[in-house]
């Protein structure tokens, strides 16, 4: 199934779908078959200022800064039903421009609408503060503000919703927007400029700048005008990004790898574990910030759930990703592929038993690579320690609960963690202990939109999602208002009267 889609992507700068200023494309590719999809405009540094020129304007001159709260949510509703309206075309997008299935590019997407109604009530709710009455002299209260222009810079593994997780709580907040999306994704980000220009949100208050990330998301990063960079991608990528901020001293959220465990203590419903197991490593082709890409089997159990996983990775439907039967789809771009390649190769290198079903020769023009599982790996491989972000597990066993905690924790990671006990007590005591963002325990990766989401150590810094995204995305004003006429100190008046005294 082949959506319709439009020969040439452009920018969408100012209320314009515009080419860049250079005039150059580059190449977007299906990664099912690796032909060429479509062309898209490649953003230069003039490109950005010239977003930066609209956004600053509609955020200082017009409407969208003045305009009050319940229009502005207006047009974020509207987006929201738009999304609703298309949610058919822009999963069938998603899926042909990334190669994730179908089935699950629609869940997805679903939920891209939902952020926008949810930080639409959010800022309902929230436009608040708190105000302190001292000595009946004062009043102070504080207001929160708008920050400015944000610049959003996403990655390709779940674009649309990850793009629309940032956009909705800046917009919803009042502040204009330079989405800067993945070069390999493009398609579902120029589908939301175009409903956002259908929603009629004035010129200026949304811009996209379609690009490289040296050039264009670099140049977006160092823009003076733009106040705070929300970003979401690799952790190198991320450290670079606060050293080119740095600077122009931006406000930064980031959201970074991870390499997340999975611990199965003998004693937990093994068929939920073992569904949870292979769900959360094998679903999103494996290009999932918080797949449990290391499993932490106890020994007791090793045997039998290596088996059970055996027999799981055989039966895993791969295949082409808008068939809606297809559980795996192929990579994003041959360059990815060749990576995760790369790590299959040090995993046999470094003495890992590789375990897989072979591709079918149907799908060899695809950037496929089989469900696998990499078995006897020890903690201190590189394919135990560094994100394959790919459909990989790492296999290792562990004895007891202090020594899983100590293997989990040995990594510079902290983004997801999973446990799997029957034992309450044990299982809280593991969530506890075990340096990540988030835990699960006895579930998936399900989450809801109230609850903050994001990571420690080399994961991230601050939180998106619920209120927290509320907090980055406005700035904090305190108002002091003086409610009698207390004393103030008359600076300049002293020699006066010194004068005088002396006189006498
Ligand atoms: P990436 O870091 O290569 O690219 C992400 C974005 O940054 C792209 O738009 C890219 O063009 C841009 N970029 C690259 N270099 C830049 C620079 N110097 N200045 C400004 N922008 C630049 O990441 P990716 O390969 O697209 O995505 C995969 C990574 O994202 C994985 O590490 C994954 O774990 C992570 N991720 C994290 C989360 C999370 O919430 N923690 C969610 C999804 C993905």
């Given at each position: 199934m082949k959506p319709e889609i439009k020969e040439?992507?452009?920018?969408?700068?100012?209320?314009?779908?515009?080419?860049?200023?250079?005039?150059?494309?580059?190449?977007?590719?299906?990664?099912?078959?690796?032909?060429?999809?479509?062309?898209v405009s490649e953003g230069t540094i003039e490109d950005i200022n010239r977003a930066a020129a609209a956004a600053k304007k509609a955020f200082k001159q017009g409407p969208w800064?003045?305009?009050?709260?319940?229009?502005?949510?207006?047009?974020?509703?509207?987006?929201?039903?738009?999304?609703?309206?298309?949610?058919?075309?822009?999963?069938?997008?998603?899926?042909?421009?990334?190669?994730?299935?179908?089935?699950?590019?629609?869940?997805?997407?679903?939920?891209?609408?939902?952020?926008?109604?949810?930080?639409?009530?959010?800022?309902?709710?929230r436009m608040s503060g708190?105000?302190?009455?001292?000595?009946?002299?004062?009043?102070?209260?504080?207001?929160?503000?708008?920050?400015?222009?944000?610049?959003?810079?996403?990655?390709?593994?779940?674009?649309?919703?990850?793009?629309?997780?940032?956009?909705?709580?800046?917009?919803?907040?009042?502040n204009t927007v330079i989405l800067k999306p993945a070069e390999w994704s493009p398609l579902t980000a120029n589908k939301l400029a175009e409903l956002v220009d259908e929603a009629g949100l004035p010129a200026g208050v949304f811009n996209i700048v379609h690009g490289f990330g040296e050039t264009a998301g670099a140049s977006l990063v160092a823009h003076e005008d733009v106040q705070l960079i929300s970003f979401t991608g690799e952790t190198k990528t991320g450290s670079e990004i606060m050293?080119?901020?740095?600077?122009?001293?931006?406000?930064?959220?980031?959201?970074?790898?991870?390499?997340?465990?999975?611990?199965?203590?003998?004693?937990?419903?093994?068929?939920?574990?073992?569904?949870?197991?292979?769900?959360?490593?094998?679903?999103?082709?494996?290009?999932?910030?918080?797949?449990?890409?290391?499993?932490?089997?106890?020994?007791?159990?090793k045997d039998e759930f290596v088996t059970r996983l055996k027999e799981r990775v055989d039966n895993i439907i791969v295949g082409d990703p808008s068939d809606p039967d297809t559980e795996v789809g192929p990579l994003?771009?041959?360059?990815?592929?060749?990576?995760?390649?790369?790590?299959?190769?040090?995993?046999?290198d470094e003495g890992a038993e590789v375990y897989s079903q072979p591709i079918s020769e149907t799908?060899?023009?695809?950037?496929?690579?089989?469900?696998?599982?990499?078995?006897?790996?020890?903690?201190?491989?590189?394919v135990a320690q560094e994100e394959i972000f790919g459909p990989v597990l790492s296999v290792m066993t562990f004895k007891d609960e202090e020594e899983v905690i100590d293997y989990a924790n040995d990594i510079?990671?902290?983004?997801?963690?999973?446990?799997?006990?029957?034992?309450?007590?044990?299982?809280?005591?593991?969530?506890?202990?075990?340096?990540?963002?988030?835990l699960w325990v006895n579930s998936q990766n399900v989450r809801d939109l109230r609850i903050p989401f994001g990571g420690s150590k080399n994961s991230g810094i601050g939180r998106e999602g619920g209120h927290y995204a509320f907090e980055f995305y406005t700035e904090m004003k305190v108002v002091h208002v003086a409610l009698a006429d207390h004393h103030i100190?008359?600076?300049g008046k002293k020699k006066q009267s010194l004068q005088t005294e002396a006189k006498h």
């Open positions: 040439l992507v452009h920018h969408y700068i100012d209320g314009q779908f515009v080419t860049g200023h250079k005039g150059d494309l580059f190449v977007n590719v299906n990664p099912f078959t690796n032909e060429k999809i479509n062309t800064g003045k305009m009050k709260q319940e229009k502005r949510l207006q047009y974020i509703y509207k987006v929201a039903d738009l999304i609703d309206r298309d949610v058919e075309e822009i999963a069938l997008l998603e899926s042909y421009d990334t190669g994730l299935p179908i089935a699950q590019t629609r869940k997805m997407v679903g939920r891209a609408a939902d952020n926008f109604r949810f930080y639409a009530e959010m800022v309902k709710n708190e105000a302190y009455h001292v000595d009946d002299e004062f009043m102070n209260y504080t207001i929160q503000k708008p920050v400015g222009v944000a610049g959003l810079i996403t990655p390709w593994n779940a674009p649309f919703m990850l793009e629309t997780w940032k956009i909705a709580p800046a917009l919803a907040t009042g050293r080119n901020g740095a600077a122009s001293l931006k406000r930064f959220s980031m959201e970074l790898g991870g390499k997340s465990p999975i611990i199965v203590f003998d004693d937990c419903d093994f068929e939920r574990a073992l569904d949870a197991c292979v769900w959360g490593i094998f679903s999103f082709n494996g290009e999932r910030c918080t797949a449990n890409s290391r499993l932490f089997i106890q020994e007791s159990i994003i771009h041959t360059e990815h592929y060749e990576n995760v390649k790369r790590y299959l190769q040090i995993a046999k799908h060899k023009k695809g950037n496929f690579v089989a469900p696998t599982l990499l078995l006897n790996v020890k903690n201190d491989m590189t510079k990671y902290g983004l997801a963690g999973y446990v799997w006990t029957n034992d309450m007590k044990k299982g809280l005591r593991v969530a506890n202990a075990v340096e990540a963002g988030m100190q008359q600076f």
